[in-house]
Structures are given as C-alpha cells and as structure tokens.
C-alpha cells in the first residue's frame, strides 16, 4: 500500500542514508503516475452510480421479507412459549454445574416433548435454531447471543425491549431481534453485570463492563432510562483494522500512512481526537503499529481494547469503585505508577479527567511517543478540551503556563470522525507548532476535503496536503525518514 513512501530497513541514521539515495532515485518517477490515478477513479465512480436509477431489484424483495418475517415471528412465538416450559421444567440451581452435553440433551428432550404436546412441527433448520437459542437463552445472553455472533456487525445498540439496532459497515439498522419484555432483558443485563461481579438495579442503575468475549458493555436501567432499559455494546474485534486496511478503506491516504509512520517512528507525542465512535481506539492502534519491536509499552484504558504487536507490552485496566463506594482505581493511579515501570511510551486509551496532567508530564519528561484520545470535534477544540480538563483537575495555573504546558507536550493531533452516510475518516492531521504570544500555534498538513454528495447522500471528497511542509521534516530526516516533498503538495479532486 503505503510501501511507497515506507521506510525498508530499519530507522538506524546510516541505513537511512543509503535508503535517501535509493528514493530520490525512485519515488520520484514513480511517485507521480501512482498518485495520480489514485484520486479521480473514486469521483468517476460515485457521478456514473449517481447516474443510475435505484435498483429495481428493491421492489420484489417484500414478497420474500415478509414470508421470512413472518416465519421469524412464528418461530419466535414457538421459542418464547417453550422457553417458558423450560425455565419451569429447569432446575435452574443444577443447571451451573451441568456440562454442555447434558444441558443440550435435556434441553432437546424438554423442548421436544412440548413440540409434540402442543402439535407443533418444525423442520430440521427450525428445530435446530430454536434449540440453539433455547441453549443460548439459557446459558448466554439469549436474544443478543445471535448478534454477538455476527462478525458483521459493530456495535449493538438496545432501547427497550422490543427495539435493537445494530451497527454495520457504518450504518445503523432496526434488527427484528426482540426481548420478551422488560424483566427478560433486565434478567440478561443482571447476567452479564453479575458476572464480573457489579450490580445494577434502582439504587445502582447504571454500569460499565467487559463481556467474556472483550466487548465493552454499557447498560442503564429505569427509572433513569425512561422506556426500559439501554444497554449498548462495541462488539470486540480479534482482527483490528490496521493501516492498510484504513488506507483501503478510504480512512486515510497513502501519504497521511507515510506521514504518521514517520511521526509515530520518531516518537512525535499525538493525541487521536474525535467523537463517539468515530474511530479513535482504532487509529490509536493502528498508529501503534509504527513502535519499534524493541520499546517497552505501557497500556492504560477503562475496558481494555488496543492489541499492539510489539513485544515488550504492558497493558492495565482501570477499575471503577464497588457498590459500596471501595477499591476505585483510577487512570490516574495507573498512569502515576506507569511512570515508576520504566516506560518507553504510554498509551493512554482515553485521556478524559484529572489523568491529564500526569499525562502531558509524561509526554514532557522523557516518554515522547506517547499517545492518547480525546473527544473533541477539532484540534482547537482538542486543546480547549485539554485547557479545561486542567481547569477541572483543580490546578491553578495562569492559562498562558497551561497552554505552553500543552504545547510542548503534544506534537501532533489527529483528528477521527464519523460522517454523515456512516463513513469514518481520518478529516485532519494537524501539528502544534508552539506559541504565538498567548495563543498556541498550529498547522494542518492534511486534511479531508468535501466536495459534494451524491443522489444517495454518499459524502464526496479526497484527501489532499494543505501545501504545508511540515514542522518536524528536519526530525524525519534526522532519524531516516526523508518524507519526498510532494507528500506535502496539494491534490486536486
Ligand atoms: N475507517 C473505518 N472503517 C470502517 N469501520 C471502522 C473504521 N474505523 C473504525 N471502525 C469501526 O467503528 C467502530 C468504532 O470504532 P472505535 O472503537 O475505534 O471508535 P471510538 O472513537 O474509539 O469509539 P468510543 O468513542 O466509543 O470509544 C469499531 O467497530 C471499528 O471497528
Ligand atoms: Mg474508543
């Protein structure tokens, strides 16, 4: 992919030298017949389907919809009747030490004996997914097991009992999964919270956990959560995306995977912002491919979700306090002994709180090339989030000290968000120059630009420099990364 620009041997200043040759003899003719094609095809390809009608196909799917739905709604009417005959017949208590032979055998023998009473008959398939359910009801998480499943889909999103979107490649849908009612879903949330030991009812009606599986799990139970309760899910991904398959994607260019490459190699300190969902955790990842093999890291993260690649990796999980109030540690505390640990980097998962503090002093003394995220909307706001989450720590200190704190702390923010048809992008990579009187200064090297919308509300645009060469390009070139010069030239839509 990014190959181009990529640095081959490894970033020792002598093997650079030789690598330097090498590419001013070839990234230069070469450069400018890749790059150019690189950009149009997309257009040309969103004006020709724009051109095109809406698929007629559409009009004959409800036929075969609403057959399949309702079989769906037969065979949930079936399940949810024996599901009833089963917890009655259960012995709920045996049923912990019970193996999982056992538990399908007598399953399929309650289950079958009431098909039979009833004079229901199912086909082999029907048979087979409504005992598999039945066992995932009854061990797992029940209606939500079959979405769990899904490697399709993201994130798993429940309003109440009878509504329950999911999230796939970027969009959200309205699935037909539906609980029976309110006590069925608070049964599976209680489940799950009580697996790793929290409680969530009136008195305690929300709560944060990691699934078995590594999905993060939130839930809020009424009376605050007015309609039933909300539960919502990030499925967790084995196989994260890394930055090929973002460049592929379309999440970023080429030249941005160059760029990065050489700013995360060179221990340049960057913080990932965006907003919820946007992609934050996965470019943190992504970009933490770039460490050498050889650093040590350490991890710091609520529910713990980055997997780096590299050897020498230490990873914590902060922990909220119990229900009686005890045993809180926070990122803080981790991040405070982190620095005791003989750290190389820290990545901190999400920077939010008084943590920042600690923070920017460990991207000020000696652990550069350390990353974090934060929720902002731009890299202005980005540092106004910094500003006040300083503010917030209880630290008085004249603004001009704070902000010049900031601005020899991080080098680099990169700015993740999820637009409107559901694509997530990375918008802009902006660097922090240092001060201008009171302000701090910064420049974008490169950014998304929009251009239009297609007749299908699909978001049209490119990736393009801002014609700014960069900050830190005598740092690159210092540690053998000698980005060529039209990396930062401006590309045409
Ligand atoms: N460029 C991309 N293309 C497609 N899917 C992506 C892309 N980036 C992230 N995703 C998917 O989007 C979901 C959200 O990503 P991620 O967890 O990185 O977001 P986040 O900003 O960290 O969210 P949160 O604010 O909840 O922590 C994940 O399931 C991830 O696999
Ligand atoms: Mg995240």
């Not at 009655?88 to 999982?100: F, G, I, Q, R, V």
């Not at 009606?205 to 990030?234: C, E, H, Q, T, W």
């Not at 982190?338 to 939010?352: F, H, N, Q």
Request: aromatic share 4%; hydrophobic share 40%.
């Amino acid at each position: 992919m990014f190959s181009r620009y990529k640095k081959t041997s490894d970033p020792k200043p002598a093997a650079a030298v030789a690598d330097k040759a090498a590419k001013a003899l070839n990234a230069r003719p070469s450069a400018n017949p890749a790059a150019a094609p690189a950009t149009p095809p997309p257009a040309a390809v969103s004006v020709k389907t724009s051109l095109r009608k809406a698929a007629p196909a559409a009009a004959a799917q409800p036929v075969a919809g609403d057959k399949e739905r309702r079989r769906k709604e037969r065979l949930g009417e079936i399940k949810l009747e024996l599901h009833r005959e089963l917890l009655d017949n259960l012995n709920l208590a045996a049923l912990e030490k019970a193996s999982e032979k056992e538990l399908r055998a007598e399953i399929t023998s309650i289950a079958t004996e009431v098909l039979q009473e009833k004079a229901i008959v199912l086909n082999r398939e029907e048979r087979s997914t409504v005992f598999q359910e039945l066992y995932d009801e009854v061990t797992g998480l029940g209606p939500l097991e079959t979405l769990l499943k899904d490697d399709s889909v993201n994130d798993i999103l429940v309003n109440g009992p009878k509504q329950i979107f999911v999230e796939r490649s970027g969009k959200l849908e309205l699935t037909d999964v539906v609980f029976k009612d309110e006590r069925h879903l608070l049964r599976i949330i209680d489940k799950i919270v009580s697996a790793v030991g929290r409680r969530v009812d009136e008195s305690n009606p929300y709560v944060d956990a990691r699934l078995k599986d590594g999905s993060r799990f939130n839930a809020m139970v009424p009376p605050i959560a007015v309609d039933g309760s909300l539960v919502s899910i990030r499925k967790f991904k084995k196989d994260k995306l890394g930055i090929d398959d973002l460049v592929s994607f379309g999440a970023f260019s080429e030249q941005m995977a160059a760029y990065l490459q050489a700013a995360v190699a060179t221990r340049l300190n960057v913080i990932v912002s965006g907003g919820t969902g946007s992609g934050k955790t996965t470019t943190l990842n992504a970009l933490s491919s770039f460490i050498d093999n050889d650093e040590r890291i350490l991890t710091i993260e609520d529910t713990a979700e980055l997997q780096l690649q590299q050897t020498h990796v230490g990873r914590m999980e902060s922990r909220p306090p119990n229900v009686e109030g005890k045993g809180e540690v926070s990122p803080r505390d981790c991040l405070k002994n982190a620095l005791r640990m003989r750290p190389d980097r820290i990545i901190v998962g999400e920077t939010r709180g008084e943590e920042v503090i600690d923070m920017l002093q460990a991207m000020n003394t000696g652990h550069d090339g350390s990353m974090t995220t934060i929720h902002a909307n731009s890299a202005r706001d980005g540092v106004s989030r910094l500003e006040n989450m300083i503010a917030m720590a209880g630290i008085e200190m004249p603004i001009k000290a704070v902000r010049s704190q900031i601005s020899s702390a991080v080098n680099l923010i990169v700015q993740a968000s999820r637009l409107q048809d559901g694509s997530r992008r990375m918008t802009s990579i902006t660097e922090i120059t240092g001060m201008e009187g009171d302000v701090i200064s910064m420049q974008e090297v490169f950014r998304y630009q929009r251009t239009g919308l297609t007749p299908e509300n699909k978001i049209i645009g490119h990736f393009t420099a801002t014609g700014v060469r960069s900050h830190y390009s005598e740092r690159f070139r210092m540690w053998g990364y000698d980005l060529p010069a039209e990396i930062y030239e401006p590309t045409a839509g």
